[in-house]
C-alpha cells in the first residue's frame, strides 16, 4: 500500500468538531477501496486540512473524499517517511 498526504483549501473556520465528523465520513466509506485514513490536520485560520492516508492509489483517496462531500484539491504520494 502506498501512503498519501492530501491537502483541502477553502474550509476556513473549520472546527474540531467539523474535522473530526469530516474525518469520520472518510472512516465509514474507506473500506469500500481499500483506504485507510490515518490522520487529519488542520488550520482553520487558512482553512487548509491535511490527510495522511493509505491506499493503493491517489484516485482511490479522491473517491472516498468525493463520497465523503470533501474532495482534496491535491493529492500527494509520500513514499519516504521517519
Excluded at 3 to 8: A, I, N, P, S
Aim: proline share 5%; aromatic share 4%.
Amino acid at each position: 500500500m502506498a501512503r498519501f498526504m492530501d491537502v483541502h483549501h477553502g474550509l476556513t473556520g473549520i472546527t474540531q468538531e467539523g474535522l473530526r465528523e469530516a474525518h469520520e465520513a472518510d472512516l465509514a466509506l474507506e473500506k469500500d477501496e481499500n483506504v485507510h485514513f490515518e490522520k487529519a490536520w488542520a488550520d482553520p485560520e487558512s482553512g487548509t486540512v491535511y490527510c495522511l492516508s493509505e491506499g493503493p492509489s491517489a484516485d482511490a483517496v479522491q473517491r472516498v473524499h468525493e463520497r465523503a462531500g470533501h474532495p482534496a484539491s491535491e493529492i500527494h504520494e509520500v513514499p519516504i517517511s521517519v
